[in-house]
């Protein structure tokens, strides 16, 4: 069960998934390598055999055997291994999005005073409609913005219609890099699992990936109203984003305990807009020493 009462069922009915083709060829790999691993039990002997004769002036009986055990061992493992990580990514897709959501709407203490939202990098709209049903739960007359620049307005529309908060959702297409929104326009601004896929293009650990994702942040707190909240849960990268805000002088900033998504760190990260706030430089300060943060 989700929270709130929700059957995982029900959510990926709702959902889908984004990507199917990683779980199932991890999938696929673990069930060969088990089938491989159960096949080096039950024919042990012959495969020893086997062994011996392919390699006779090299392996001794002994060693026909210790190799022969040692492949299949290395196969069940990596058979285990093959599992786990089919099944961290097919929960990750969307059972955790889904938890993760509403962790991070919790971040918010008070969403009856909350009229405008923005969501950045959307998707199909997890953390949007989790975002819409808190607006309608508290009956705020607010709305949330799903921005992504992928085109998946109607997906997203369509699952915010089978949550029942269509009313309460616009989305748009657009580059989270330069957000197509006015200075101090949002009262919250939320991301899920995406800040980590800008940059992408010129790799992601090089300096170059490291200041689109920055401007990313930069963008954040930009549209962010002064006293507004910011919420982001993203992969690997997030003691980077701690620093970058860091520099641009926000408050009240909190990192989450680590959570493991799509075989990865995870950790959400919650911060305020000072009432005074004043911009930082226009350039990207990198500073590698985010590692001894946590």
Not at 42 to 49: K, M, T
Not at 228 to 251: A, C, F, N, S, T
Not at 266 to 292: A, C, M, T, Y
């Amino acid at each position: 069960m989700g929270r709130a009462g929700r059957d995982w069922t029900q959510i990926y009915a709702i959902y889908g998934m984004d990507d199917w083709h990683t779980p199932i060829f991890l999938l696929i790999h673990a069930i060969v390598f088990s089938a491989s691993s159960i096949s080096f039990l039950l024919y042990f002997n012959w495969i020893c055999y086997s062994f011996e004769s392919i390699f006779p002036s090299v392996l001794s009986s002994s060693v026909a055997r210790f190799a022969a055990g040692f492949t299949g061992a290395v196969m069940a493992l990596s058979a285990v291994c093959l599992f786990y990580a089919a099944g961290n990514m097919f929960y990750s897709s969307v059972a955790l999005r889904w938890d993760m959501a509403q962790r991070m709407v919790s971040a918010v203490n008070d969403w009856s005073s909350v009229k405008t939202v923005l969501d950045v990098g959307c998707s199909r709209g997890i953390l949007l409609n989790a975002v819409a049903m808190e607006l309608k739960k508290e009956g705020s007359s607010g709305r949330v913005v799903g921005l992504d620049r992928k085109n998946t307005t109607l997906s997203t529309l369509r699952t915010a219609a089978m949550e029942g908060v269509q009313e309460y959702v616009t989305c748009r297409e657009g580059d989270a890099r330069t957000l197509p929104f006015p200075d101090n326009y949002f009262d919250v601004v939320v991301s899920a699992g995406f800040v980590h896929k800008v940059g992408r293009e010129f790799g992601s650990k090089t300096a170059a990936a490291s200041a689109e994702r920055m401007r990313v942040v930069g963008e954040v707190v930009r549209v962010l109203k002064e006293g507004g909240i910011g919420v982001v849960w993203d992969l690997v990268h997030v003691p980077e984003y701690v620093l970058r805000l860091q520099e641009l002088k926000m408050e009240e900033i909190r990192v989450s305990e680590r959570v493991t998504a799509f075989m990865a760190n995870s950790h959400i990260v919650s911060f305020r807009k000072p009432s005074q706030h004043v911009l930082g430089p226009n350039e990207v300060r990198l500073d590698w020493r985010f590692n001894n943060i946590f």
